[in-house]
């Protein structure tokens, strides 16, 4: 019994990489900014739900861990999926690199690790949605919060169900659209000179002086 338990650790990895070293072609299906606003919303979904951080953390702080944390942990695992994924150009992602180097058995268990990460992910971005509606609109019934997360649940699952083009040419759209509210802002600000950039230092939540705000107004005109 115990050798059965066992007998996955000597399973011999599977070889994903024989058809490719063949010299097979494969049909590239995604542009470069399909393949990018993917990416991006399988990781990101926009810069929605992050407001928290202003009142949580002191500005420089904030400013900070938006810099900080694509360098130390973004950008090691863009390098990482771009090398593996040219070595094993194949669908599956990290389904097929787990299981080419330790076997079926990891394969399946990153799979489902994988599934169940998609899954519990998914279910935020209707929640985020229904909080901006209620936000902007005022408390709503509950009927009414059901049936509009499950709307945002049924058409990201239709999308996802048709092909890959389609579903690379709604995220490059969606990206554009979720952007579009804090560009305006960006500009509404600074064309109201409302800019303060000593705030973007302070390392405490006191409230500047209005001297800084002052020479910074001045500064900026």
Not at 12 to 18: A, F, G, L, N
Not at 32 to 58: H, K, M, N, Q, T
Not at 73 to 86: D, F, G, N
Not at 164 to 178: C, D, M, P, R
Request: glycine letters at 6%.
């Amino acid at each position: 019994m115990e050798d059965e338990d066992t007998d996955w650790l000597l399973e011999k990895p599977v070889d994903y990489t024989s058809s490719f070293t063949q010299g097979e072609s494969h049909v590239r299906s995604l542009g470069v900014f399909d393949l990018i606003a993917l990416s991006y919303f399988c990781v990101s979904g926009g810069p929605y739900a992050i407001e928290g951080i202003g009142s949580a953390a002191p500005p420089l702080f904030a400013i900070l861990s938006f810099i900080i944390i694509p360098i130390i942990w973004s950008a090691p695992l863009s390098l990482i999926t771009a090398e593996v994924a040219t070595m094993l150009p194949e669908d599956g992602g990290s389904v097929m690199w787990a299981t080419t180097a330790l076997g079926e058995h990891i394969g399946w268990i990153n799979a489902m690790c994988s599934w169940m990460i998609f899954l519990l992910d998914s279910a935020v971005y209707p929640t985020v949605i229904l909080a901006y509606i209620v936000e902007s609109t005022g408390e709503i019934h509950l009927v009414y919060k059901w049936m509009i997360t499950t709307a945002v649940v049924l058409l990201i699952g239709l999308i996802n169900l048709r092909s890959a083009n389609e579903a690379g040419a709604t995220a490059v759209v969606l990206g554009i659209v979720s952007y579009i509210p804090f560009i305006l802002l960006i500009i509404m600000v600074c064309v109201k000179k409302d800019v303060h950039p000593s705030i973007w230092f302070q390392t405490s939540f006191s409230p500047p002086s209005p001297d800084d705000l002052g020479s910074s107004s001045s500064s900026s005109s």
